[in-house]
């Protein structure tokens, strides 16, 4: 007879093993299908034995200008990222001293509302301003994305600083930009990198804006990877091979600093 303790182990292994698969079979199956000859990424039934191809990459950066989408990527996630961060800062250590809410809610709503509501008014302004198409408008744009996610995330950091070490560094002569840069910035460090983690992957993987606002020189790799999307046909092999490689940085970036991002999450979540 199966005892209750078994039974619960059990039960939390199944429920594991179904939340592994429920979050790896579709990583999985976009990475076996970049590998996979384009005749054999749509077939019916799948073929799960199959003859390894580099094919979709080689049409991939051969034959498209992928490596550039993916630089300008780069530079508009980590512009956003690094604007975010300088602006939210500041703001997240004011609110948190003062201990006001309105500010955190009203960046709160520009993160929740639909990305359309923002998409007129700035295709007006960048195209009076002539930066329609550049990496500045889109670096701009998606700081209304990563700036509440900083905010919000480097918070309960400071909610959590002791005040009597601001106010010790403010007795001893420092000044606002002091107390910020030599006391509390690296108390909340893990935070920092918690932050932009986060807001780096928020604005890698954001699509609207960059759609609209992206010239030539300036698309992005999630918009260009579209282009393998047809009206009568979709060429998979290189769509797969598009979000691969579209996956990696985040991917790479989380597993380099991985000790440190969850250490981060549990910091901010204890205050006192």
């Avoid at 094919?55 to 990222?81: C, H, K, M, P, Y």
């Avoid at 993160?111 to 990496?135: E, Q």
């Avoid at 002791?162 to 403010?170: D, H, M, V, Y």
Wanted: aromatic share 10%.
């Amino acid at each position: 007879m199966v005892g209750p303790r078994r039974t619960a182990r059990l039960l939390d292994a199944l429920q594991l093993a179904l939340v592994v698969v429920i979050l790896v079979a579709p990583v999985a199956w976009m990475v076996a299908s970049a590998f996979k000859p384009r005749t054999e990424v749509a077939a019916i039934p799948p073929r799960i034995i199959f003859t390894p191809t580099l094919e979709n990459f080689v049409e991939l950066f051969q034959r498209t200008d992928f490596l550039e989408n993916t630089l300008n990527s780069l530079i508009v996630a980590g512009g956003s990222t690094i604007l975010g961060l300088v602006l939210a800062f500041p703001a997240a250590f004011a609110m948190s001293w003062h201990r006001m809410t309105w500010p955190a809610t009203a960046t709160l709503f520009a993160r929740m509302a639909p990305g359309t509501l923002f998409l007129l008014p700035w295709l007006v302004m960048f195209t009076w301003l002539g930066l329609v198409g550049s990496h500045l408008a889109l670096i701009l744009t998606h700081a209304v994305i990563t700036l509440p996610v900083a905010i919000w995330v480097l918070l309960p950091y400071f909610d959590a600083l002791p005040r009597e070490i601001i106010e010790s560094a403010e007795i001893d002569g420092c000044r606002q930009h002091q107390t910020l840069l030599r006391v509390a910035l690296p108390m909340v460090a893990p935070g920092v990198v918690v932050a932009a983690i986060l807001c780096f992957v928020f604005s890698w993987n954001y699509f609207l804006f960059a759609l609209v606002l992206s010239g030539f020189d300036s698309k992005t790799a999630i918009v260009a990877s579209f282009n393998f999307i047809g009206e009568g046909v979709t060429n998979w092999g290189a769509l797969m091979a598009a979000a691969t490689v579209i996956a990696l940085p985040p991917l790479i970036l989380t597993l380099i600093i991985q000790r440190r991002l969850v250490g981060g999450l549990s910091a901010g979540a204890v205050k006192g």
